[in-house]
């Protein structure tokens, strides 16, 4: 069984700060990426960051510049610093992982139960 649990969520005003982390526990053999989605009210979830095992990273066009991912191997954690937050960034944030877990030996997709970010203007 893998489990991926977020904390970090809030209320912020515009301008200001939140970091995020995602903690994979569980049967894990490896993990080959993890990164963050988000979900806004009436619209579809879209990916906001991710990191690969190879240490590359991707983000949305939206939070470019604002956002930061990263990941500590050894802890099985992902963070998504979030700076100069915008109303706009108002979701429920997802970690999402795709490892390789042990007994049975497969690749997979996991997601968290998500973390409410709230941007006030």
């Known amino acids: 069984q893998v489990q991926l649990v977020e904390s970090g969520g809030g209320l912020v005003q515009a301008g200001g700060s939140l970091r995020l982390s995602c903690v994979a526990s569980?049967?894990?053999?490896?993990?080959?990426?993890m990164g963050w989605f988000r979900q806004a009210p009436g619209k579809q979830r879209e990916l906001v960051a991710f990191?690969?095992?190879?240490?590359?990273?991707n983000y949305a066009d939206s939070v470019k510049g604002r956002f930061t991912i990263s990941r500590d191997n050894a802890k099985n954690t992902v963070y998504l610093q979030m700076n100069s937050l915008k109303p706009e960034d108002t979701a429920v944030y997802y970690c999402?992982?795709?490892?390789?877990?042990?007994?049975?030996?497969?690749?997979?997709?996991?997601w968290g139960q998500g973390t409410q970010v709230t941007v006030s203007p």
């Open positions: 999402n992982a795709n490892l390789i877990s042990r007994e049975p030996l497969k690749v997979g997709d996991y």
């Open positions: 569980g049967s894990i053999f490896s993990i080959n990426r």
């Open positions: 990191d690969t095992s190879g240490g590359s990273t």
